[in-house]
């Protein structure tokens, strides 16, 4: 059985996997953004320069890699991965994740999906991030780290202001151990203010892990 691009439909060949490369191409791909929070810059900025508001405020975060933006046909896939539990997205979507791989340094030992809290996990039944992180773990040979826990089910965040968000972030991961890991590899589907993934890597720091970098598919603008 050939795979087919899960945006159009038609049987790829092996090189290609589970996105055409017409799709591929038509992407929505972000040209420049910033090294650590991965906002659109202006085009033709160099790689490693920081938004404003990284420049401004000190982040646990090293580098962000988030290589499309949240639109369509992007944002309408992962939203049928997530509520609609379209699966097949993932391995797809992962795809993307594998190839940016090569834009971190060598260093990092471990992956580490965004948890949902335990509720909202089963009701879902899945974690779209594990099941992102599940094909990068195999390409890459790096563990998946568990034993992280989501405090309490934060509100959907969409709706929220920038501070309601962030009281409602505060200590909201629980890191039970992090057995002698130096720079994890935060994934996740789609960073948006990028501040539950601030405070994962701040609990993370808490319990001695050095660096923390992030990876996700989309960045919402
Ligand atoms: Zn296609
Ligand atoms: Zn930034």
């Known amino acids: 059985m050939p795979l087919r691009c ?25 040209e420049s953004a910033c090294a650590r929070c991965a906002e659109p810059l202006a085009i033709g900025l160099p790689r ?14 090293e580098t962000t890699v988030a290589p499309l933006l949240y639109e369509f046909p992007v944002d309408a896939g992962l939203k049928a991965l997530k509520f609609g539990r379209r699966l097949h997205y993932a391995p797809a979507f992962s795809e ?5 791989m090569r834009r971190f340094p060598a260093d990092i030992d471990a992956l580490l999906p965004v948890p949902l809290h335990w509720r909202r996990q089963a009701f879902r039944g899945f974690n779209q991030a594990l099941e992102l992180c599940r094909p990068l773990a195999r ?11 989501r405090r309490r089910a934060t509100p959907f965040q969409s709706g ?11 200590r909201a991961f629980v890191v039970r151990r992090t057995p002698g890991f ?10 948006t203010t990028g501040e539950t993934t601030r405070q994962l890597a701040m609990a993370l720091i808490r319990r001695g892990v050095k660096k923390v970098s992030v990876l996700a598919v989309a960045r919402a603008a």
Do not use: Y
């Open 48 to 61: 490693g320069v920081l938004c404003v508001a990284c420049q401004a405020r000190p982040s646990p975060i």
């Open 139 to 149: 390409h890459s040979a790096l563990p998946i780290m568990t034993g992280i826990a």
């Open 96 to 100: 993307v994740l594998v190839a940016q």
């Open 182 to 191: 130096r720079h994890v590899l935060i994934v996740d589907d789609v960073v």
């Open 160 to 170: 929220l202001a920038a501070v309601q968000r962030r009281k409602n972030l505060r």
């Open 6 to 30: 899960v945006f159009c439909g038609t049987p790829t060949d092996r090189s290609e996997g589970r996105i055409c490369s017409g799709c591929r191409r038509d992407l929505p791909w972000i």
